[in-house]
């Protein structure tokens, strides 16, 4: 059994639907279908998303809201004239949304969040009509009468693990199953979205949920590439790729999945497998726990601006025990996640992503090393790319710290800091934001030109 699902860009208009009917049916196997809401048709387009949530704080603003609901029916009704479908399918969409309007709850989140997850629900009920139309067994399945149940935390939600057993029993369904991506319900009942983007965790659950022998997610790229291709078009596609290197990856800055939303997946070791809508032929990108690193030992080098640093010295710091913890301690209790801490005998950098150091926090954080840690030194660094070159096959070659600073050296960029943990599935760089794009062209030429 395969989970299937479709990004905003594959489900856009009535021809990309067209197109993901014809590769559900063209594969028995492709029994449960993740649909977004429709995305953008072209680059000056607006997501539905993106329009319910304008219409969301338009109705909380209490201004008139009518052109904001009007924007987003027109998007369904050009999709329902284009496919053909009865016209009831507008009549329960239109209802559908001035309900959610009508119920409106005091939580300005939650009524947030039930707009929103409408993008989602009624693509997938216009979708399962479409199936339907042109003779194949379809049915729409709401998410919380599946149980897909999630936490409360309305806009950020997490799924909870009694969702995967009951979610489970959609294997045993005769029809291709339709279901709608980025919500689910509260134990309360009360409809909770994912965060942005979370149309692949949904796939994710179920494909977990139902044990699936693959997780299909159907994009507009071929594959994933070894760096981003609009910076250097040589980049080779990937046909494998690991869950940790996709994970580094998608950490510092491959677009192509959320970093945290294939964990399920990940999790229920069920492999991945990225493909193209508009050229389902192509091969794609199989992602899986391991893959035979001889072909290629670096599989992408991924690069991201966003960052800064807090470089503490102090002499004998090595000597003096506890003060890695301290200094840690600090950073936790100020609620403030750390990415990495390169260290040497006697100092020690924290690198943070910026949007986690408001300049409060930043002195904040400066006062109590300065009292509590007595370090020699603090400088913080800000305007920081870090770049990352993964690849399981590391572990095992020689040379590729070195091939990478010779490159960054040779194309004159200084290197701040270097990071590589024990399991060498990657390196990572921190380079200054206006080195970043030399340095990412300096990084492909060597290892993929
Ligand atoms: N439609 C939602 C968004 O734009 C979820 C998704 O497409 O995955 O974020």
Redesign the pocket.
């Known amino acids: 059994m395969k989970v299937v699902k479709f ?2 860009s594959s489900v856009a208009n009535a021809e990309q639907i067209s197109k993901i009917i014809e590769i559900v049916t063209a594969d028995e196997d492709r029994r449960i279908v993740v649909v ?2 429709p ?1 953008k048709r072209n680059s000056d387009d607006s ?4 329009l319910l949530i304008a219409l969301a704080n338009t109705v909380l603003e209490g201004a008139d809201y009518e052109g904001a609901l009007q924007r987003v029916i027109s998007r369904y009704a050009e999709i329902q004239v284009d496919l053909n479908l009865s016209e009831s399918v507008m009549v329960t969409i239109e209802s559908d949304l001035r309900g959610r309007i009508k119920n409106r709850t005091a939580h300005a989140l939650q009524f947030v969040d039930s707009i ?1 997850a409408s ?2 629900d009624n693509n997938a009920k216009m979708i399962a009509e479409a199936f339907i139309q042109k003779g194949f067994p379809a049915k729409y399945v709401n998410p919380g009468d599946a149980g897909m149940l999630l936490s409360d935390e309305f806009g950020n939600a997490e799924v909870l693990p009694e969702s995967f057993g009951k979610l489970a029993k959609l294997k045993d369904e005769s029809e291709i199953i339709i279901f709608p ?2 919500f689910g319900s509260t134990t309360a009942g009360e409809v909770a ?10 796939g994710a659950i179920l494909a977990a949920a139902v044990k699936a022998d693959v997780y299909e997610n159907f994009t507009d790229v071929d594959s994933v590439y070894a760096m981003d291709p609009r910076l250097v078009p040589y980049a080779p596609a990937l046909e494998f790729m690991t869950y940790r290197e996709m994970r580094e990856l998608a950490y510092a800055g491959f677009g192509v999945f959320h970093d945290e939303a294939i964990f399920p997946a990940v999790q229920a070791g069920i492999p991945i497998c990225i493909k193209n809508t508009n050229r389902p032929e192509a091969p794609g990108t199989l992602v899986t726990s391991t893959r035979d690193t001889g072909e290629r030992v670096v599989a992408g080098i991924a690069s991201s601006d966003g960052f800064c640093s807090i470089s503490i010295d102090k002499y004998m710091m090595n000597r003096e025990v506890g003060f890695g913890r301290r200094l840690l301690q600090i950073f936790e209790e100020e609620t403030i996640s750390y990415e990495h801490t390169p260290s040497g005998i006697d100092s020690i950098s924290i690198i943070l992503k910026s949007s986690e150091l408001s300049a409060q926090k930043e002195q904040q954080v400066l006062k109590r090393i300065k009292a509590e840690l007595d370090p020699d030194s603090v400088v913080v660094e800000h305007g920081l790319a870090l770049l990352m070159l993964v690849g399981e096959g590391m572990h095992y070659a020689l040379g590729n710290a070195a091939q990478a600073t010779a490159a960054l050296g040779d194309a004159g960029v200084n290197i701040e800091m270097i990071n590589m943990g024990a399991s060498e599935t990657s390196i990572m760089f921190a380079v200054k934001e206006l080195d970043r794009v030399k340095a990412i062209l300096a990084l492909g030429k060597s290892y993929f030109s």
Not at 193 to 202: A, L, N, Q
């Open positions: 990004g905003g977004s809401a995305g997501k539905v998303t993106n929103k993008g989602e991506g980025f979205t994912f965060p942005r983007g979370g149309s692949d965790i949904t």
